[in-house]
């Protein structure tokens, strides 16, 4: 096998892709370690991205290790390694199901839906390293904290979230989250104060991929002439929400 066919597969890799998003999602599923600096690491670890062809994947850190690899020091691989447990519940509100999941750090998704099933699925796909746990108990007080602010949008959010994400994700949904209620701006207009102003397009993607519909803001985000554009929830709930904000 050449290099550059090695390259190719684990480019395509699922792995690859974890390791270039740094996804901490992807902690504890597996570790990647590369071969010319004879370290270790965790998918999420900031260091620079290696190249493909230097790349080997382990389960483990003692399997890293039985390969010759030493633990980074920047990511710390062998730290609380451990699938995180996300504990979540499900309500109703006037625009549907909503789900809410909350770990350790705070809170990790909000999500619309008509099916609790398929609620449990998004939430599955969105974080595939983590232990799910229905929770009534803790979680339900979050739950109707979220509901509360999608009827009532004045009331305001005070419960701490977790983003995680892309760097540049995060940099989006901390922008959304600075929008004030009743008000909104175009994919372009955000882009632009970030600072990215032929950004537009990968706004508008960082806002499809926010796991917190309603306490990130995505749907203040509208097309450059005021329409609605999409909305990963739908666009009949967007234009509730900003109706309900318009209104407060």
């Known amino acids: 096998m050449t ?130 746990a229905v929770d009534t108990g803790g979680v339900q007080a979050v739950l109707e904290a979220v509901v509360d602010c999608i009827e009532a949008p004045h009331l305001g959010f005070g419960v701490p979230v977790d983003l995680q994400g892309t760097p540049f994700q995060v940099k989006v949904w901390q922008a959304l989250r600075r929008i004030p209620e009743g008000s909104t701006v175009s994919y372009g207009e955000l882009a632009r104060r970030l600072g990215m102003p032929d950004s537009a397009r990968a706004v508008a993607a960082a806002c499809a991929a926010n796991p917190l519909a309603v306490v990130v803001p995505c749907h203040r985000v509208v097309a450059a002439d005021g329409g609605l554009s999409g909305y990963r929830w739908g666009v009949a709930r967007k234009r509730a929400l900003l109706q309900r904000e318009a209104h407060a």
């Open 3 to 132: 290099l550059q066919t090695l390259s190719f597969d684990i480019e395509r890799d699922p792995r690859w892709l974890a390791l270039c998003a740094r996804d901490r999602a992807a902690d504890g599923r597996f570790i990647y370690s590369v071969k010319t600096t004879g370290v270790y690491c965790r998918p999420s670890c900031a260091a620079r991205r290696p190249l493909p062809r230097n790349v080997d994947f382990h389960a483990t850190p003692d399997d890293a290790e039985r390969a010759g690899f030493r633990a980074c020091r920047r990511c710390h691989p062998r730290r609380d390694n451990v699938r995180q447990t996300i504990r979540f519940a499900i309500g109703d509100s006037s625009l549907g199901l909503v789900l809410v999941a909350q770990g350790d750090a705070g809170l990790r998704a909000v999500l619309f839906g008509d099916d609790a099933d398929v609620l449990v699925r998004d939430l599955q796909s969105r974080l595939p390293g983590a232990a799910l």
